[in-house]
């Protein structure tokens, strides 16, 4: 059974830093993309960070290049989002997703808030 476990969201001051982990079970997560997706109130789901499966070449939105950086330890099957220089405007509500077979799966989901 696939399952997906984000952790680590908070209230954090502008400016400061989170890490955000998503441990999988019920399958391999180096054989896979692995995604963090956020959502604010009132917006769409929206892509954040993916990380390949052999490589673990990694993109990144256009909003968070240089502050967020997504990696992966695939010995403790976890996926980890660093979020650095947060603002106000990276409040949201941060998912963890993967595609098996054409089926994606979600997390419960993070919420993170910046605010001071």
């Known amino acids: 059974q696939v399952q997906l476990v984000e952790s680590g969201g908070g209230l954090v001051q502008p400016g400061g830093s989170l890490i955000l982990s998503c441990a999988a079970s019920?399958?391999?997560?180096?054989?896979?993309?692995m995604n963090w997706y956020r959502q604010a109130p009132g917006k769409e789901r929206e892509l954040v960070a993916p990380?390949?499966?052999?490589?673990?070449?990694?993109n990144y939105a256009d909003s968070v290049k240089g502050r967020f950086t997504i990696s992966r330890d695939n010995a403790k099957n976890t996926v980890y989002l660093q979020m650095n220089s947060l603002k106000p405007e990276d409040t949201a509500v941060y998912y963890c997703?993967?595609?098996?077979?054409?089926?994606?799966?979600w997390g419960q989901g993070t919420q993170v808030t910046v605010s001071s």
């Open positions: 019920g399958f391999m997560s180096s054989s896979y993309f």
């Open positions: 990380i390949t499966n052999t490589v673990g070449n990694t």
């Open positions: 997703n993967v595609k098996i077979r054409y089926r994606d799966y």
